[in-house]
């Protein structure tokens, strides 16, 4: 028994010394790193926004540190009471640490983030405290970049601004002065160019959430964002600064939702030949074929396929608006819109020409600056004529009509493409002619006998004569109901892009044989 106390008084004594000769468990520490230093375009003389990203590799939490950041080794602010998580813990998420700095001249700088420079956290690692980033800061100027709107249903808006600082005014009524361009200030001139309203909340930070634009307000997790040049930022539209060709795209639509680009092998060609387009859908990091995608060209509608392409798509003369969706706003963003012009050539010989145009223009193409603007015209002018009115020179803003007859001079032999209105529901034009000598056109891309054009006023008309603009001759005439064989038969056939005079024996009304 005695023994058996010796010995176990033994085994305490050297588990004791054991004990003591052991380091203590170490203590969960944090370990703060800066991982990144963010920015967009940096302008000179303006305000830019610099985020410090920095994360936690240690279990712990750590709280009130300091984030300092210096621009070539001079301190640009110091940002305090600053906390992070444990990267175990279920909340944990890296800190976004903003900084606003205002260089004073162009050029190249080392920007430097430190944290905990006074080591007032204890760290498992105090050696990656620090970051550099080298970046470039531009003089400011104003810049041109594009703009797209997209929203529920419909483009808003697409085109071009150019533009420095912006004046906004949000929600809460503050107006703000932006003194450089900005993926907001972007959807301000946008909006003044579009006439269409936004709505800019300051309840998170100064202009720092959209919420409605042209009358869409958000609703739950889906509503308005922004990507530059496709990619998805992540800093406020706000403290994105552009660059000059930047393409700005805010779309009404979810986190998740994929942007559509659309592309096209062809935007102007005849009308004999045909174009293919592709669709495409960007992950975030590149892009596929976005197969199933609905094409838009006009009223039609056509389906890409696996590869997201729509082949040879034919098209009649007129000017088109093609674009791409899939889905629905919260699952892709609509494409981006092309236009294609599909033609079919007015040729001009070198001397005057006698032409009319088959259809309607195109209602942002059809004045005789638009069509004519290419001619040589060695000084003379264009003219039309009625029997009522005489000879009339032709303006610049005047519109170029089916029906209508035009002398035009050209010094050289000269091909034109007038876009023509591919709108469906069109009434047939018409022209009112006077008793006497009428200039008209004819209207139709396919030739047709005079007796079928000059149908409408069948009782009215006696004679027709063309002009050989090859030769600078007329042609042989036509009479209303000379016979087949005759060499002035009514069945002689009128042709696309070529005027004629018309003799009426009264007046009457033209009607166009075609739409």
């Known amino acids: 028994m005695v023994k058996l106390f010796r010995f176990l008084c033994c085994l305490l004594v050297a588990v004791t010394g054991l004990m003591s000769a ?102 498992s690692d105090e050696t990656n405290n620090q970051l550099q980033r080298a970046v470039t800061v531009l003089a400011a100027t104003p810049v041109t970049v594009k703009v797209r709107v997209e929203g529920k249903t419909a483009t808003i808006w697409s085109g071009e601004v ?33 006439g269409f309203n936004f709505v800019v909340s300051s309840a998170y930070g100064p202009l720092s959430f959209v919420e409605a634009v042209a009358d869409e307000a958000n609703e739950g997790m889906n509503g308005w964002m922004y990507r530059v040049n496709w990619a998805s930022p992540d800093v406020a539209a706000v403290d994105y600064t552009l660059a000059a060709n930047d393409e700005v795209l805010w779309y009404y639509g979810s986190w998740t939702a994929k942007p559509l680009r659309l592309s096209v092998d062809k935007d102007d060609l005849p009308s004999s030949d045909n174009f293919t387009a592709t669709v495409e859908s960007y ?20 389906t890409a396929d696996a590869n997201g392409k729509v082949l040879n798509i034919s098209l009649s003369p007129g000017g088109y608006t093609v674009y791409a969706s899939k889905g629905n706003y919260t699952q892709f963003i609509r494409s981006n819109q092309k236009q294609v012009v599909v033609y079919v050539p007015l040729n001009l010989q070198p001397g005057w020409n006698f032409i009319s145009v088959p259809k309607r223009l195109a209602s942002d193409n059809n ?3 638009k069509v004519f603007s290419s001619v040589n015209t060695a000084g003379h002018s264009i003219f039309v004529y009625s029997a009522s009115g005489g000879w009339t020179a032709m303006g610049a803003s005047a519109v170029v009509s089916p029906l209508e007859g035009i002398w035009i001079y050209s010094a050289t032999a000269a091909e034109l493409r007038p876009v023509f209105d591919t709108n469906p529901r069109q009434v047939p034009p018409t022209k009112q002619l006077a008793s006497g000598w009428n200039a008209i056109g004819f209207s139709d891309f396919t030739s047709a006998s005079a007796n079928s054009a000059l149908t409408s006023v069948e009782s009215k008309w006696t004679t027709l004569i063309g002009f050989d603009a090859a030769t600078q001759t007329y042609e042989v005439s036509i009479i209303n109901n000379a016979p087949s064989g005759d060499p002035h038969s009514e069945l002689r056939e009128m042709s696309l892009w070529k005027g004629y005079w018309l003799y009426m024996t009264s007046s009457g009304e033209l009607a166009a044989i075609s739409s």
């Open 162 to 194: 150019t533009f420095q600082t912006s004046t906004i005014t949000d929600k809460q009524g503050t107006t703000h002065t932006i003194d450089h361009p900005t993926a907001l200030g972007a959807l301000s001139q946008a909006s003044q160019a579009g």
């Open 283 to 302: 992950d975030g990091t590149a892009w596929s074929a976005a197969s199933g995608a609905i094409l838009y060209v006009g009223s039609r509608t056509y």
């Open 22 to 123: 052991t380091p203590a468990l170490a203590q969960a520490k944090p370990d703060l790193q800066p991982t990144q230093i963010t920015v967009t375009t940096l302008y000179a003389g303006v305000t830019n926004a610099v985020t410090v990203v920095v994360a936690n590799n240690g279990e712990a939490a750590a709280s009130n540190f300091a984030v300092t950041l210096s621009a070539n080794g001079t301190a640009v602010a110091t940002k305090t009471g600053i906390s992070v998580l444990g990267k175990n813990d279920p909340s944990y998420w890296p800190a976004s640490v903003k900084f606003d700095w205002n260089p004073a001249t162009a050029g190249a700088y080392t920007l430097t983030a430190a944290v905990d420079s006074a080591g007032a956290i204890a760290e």
């Open 367 to 369: 004045t005789a600056q």
